[in-house]
C-alpha cells in the first residue's frame, strides 16, 4: 500500500513540474507600424524598439549584409514618392550621401550611387523569434520604372557567418504595397531567427511594418518554482527506492 501511495505521490510531483513548465511567459506576438504618417527624420546607425535592433547597410555590392557592409542611415519617415504617384508613402529606408555628394533617396536603394542598400533586422537571443511567425509590410517606390526588388538573408540561432539562407529576386509590383509572410519561405519551420536583412537590388521600396512573435521564456519566479518541483521529485524517488 505504501508503495502505491508513493507512486500517486511522483506522478503528482511529475505533473506540477509540467504545469509549471506549460505556464512558463506564453510567446509574445508583436507588431510594429513605421507607416504612421509621421516624418521622424535620420535615426542614426541603428534604431532600437523592444527586442528588435534594425540597422543600415549600404553601397554593400554581391556580398552578405548580415555580416559585412558599411553601415549606413536609418531613415523614418516620407519616403518620397520616386515616381510612384504619391508622396504619402512612410516607413523606414536608408539615406545616405551618394558618391556625387548628393542627398539619396529615403528608400532602400538598389539603383544609383547607394545601390545595394540593405536593413537589417536582429532580435535578442533569448527570447528569439519564430522564424514562421515573421511578417513584413514592404513599400513600392519605383513605380513606372523597374519593379522593386528584394534578396533576403534569413540567419537563425545559432549565429554563423555566412547567413543560413538566401531568398534572391522576391519581386513585386511598382507603387504597391507587398506583405512577405516567412511561413511561406522553405526551411522557417521550426526555426529561431537571430535576424534577417532586407536588400535591395534593384528599384527603391521601404519598410512600413513588421508582426513576428517572440520565444516564449520562463520567469524567474517560474524557473525557481520550477526548480523547487525538481527536488521535490528527487525526494519522492529516494523515498519511493527505499
Do not use: C
Not at 517606390?141 to 519593379?147: E, F, M, Y
Not at 522553405?186 to 512600413?208: E, M, P
Request: proline letters at 3%; aromatic letters at 8%.
Amino acid at each position: 500500500m505504501k508503495r502505491k501511495s508513493n507512486s500517486k505521490t511522483a506522478f503528482i510531483g511529475i505533473a506540477a513540474v509540467l504545469a509549471l513548465l506549460v505556464g512558463a511567459v506564453p510567446a509574445m506576438a508583436t507588431t510594429i507600424n513605421w507607416s504612421d504618417g509621421v516624418d521622424h527624420g535620420n535615426q542614426g546607425s541603428s534604431i532600437v524598439d523592444g527586442i528588435l535592433t534594425i540597422t543600415a547597410k549600404t553601397g554593400l555590392g554581391a556580398v552578405d549584409p548580415l555580416f559585412t557592409g558599411t553601415a549606413g542611415t536609418v531613415y523614418w519617415g516620407n519616403l518620397g514618392d520616386l515616381n510612384a504617384g504619391s508622396k504619402n508613402e512612410y516607413g523606414l529606408g536608408v539615406q545616405d550621401n551618394d558618391f556625387t555628394g548628393k542627398e539619396d533617396s529615403k528608400g532602400i536603394s538598389g539603383e544609383g550611387g547607394n545601390a545595394n542598400e540593405a536593413l537589417i533586422f536582429s532580435f535578442a537571443n533569448p527570447p528569439g523569434v519564430v522564424a514562421s511567425s515573421v511578417n513584413l509590410g514592404l513599400v513600392g517606390l519605383n513605380g513606372g520604372k523597374n519593379d522593386d526588388t528584394v534578396t533576403m538573408y534569413l540567419e537563425f540561432i545559432p549565429l554563423e557567418n555566412p547567413s543560413d539562407a538566401v531568398f534572391a529576386s522576391i519581386n513585386f509590383g511598382v507603387g504597391s504595397t507587398y506583405l512577405l509572410d516567412f511561413s511561406t519561405l522553405a526551411g522557417t519551420a521550426g526555426q529561431t531567427f537571430g535576424s534577417f536583412a532586407v536588400l535591395a537590388t534593384d528599384g527603391h521600396f521601404g519598410v512600413g511594418s513588421i508582426e513576428y512573435t517572440a520565444q516564449a521564456v520562463p520567469e524567474p519566479t517560474t524557473l525557481l518554482l520550477l526548480g523547487f518541483g525538481l527536488v521535490g521529485l528527487a525526494g519522492v524517488r529516494r523515498k519511493f527506492k527505499n
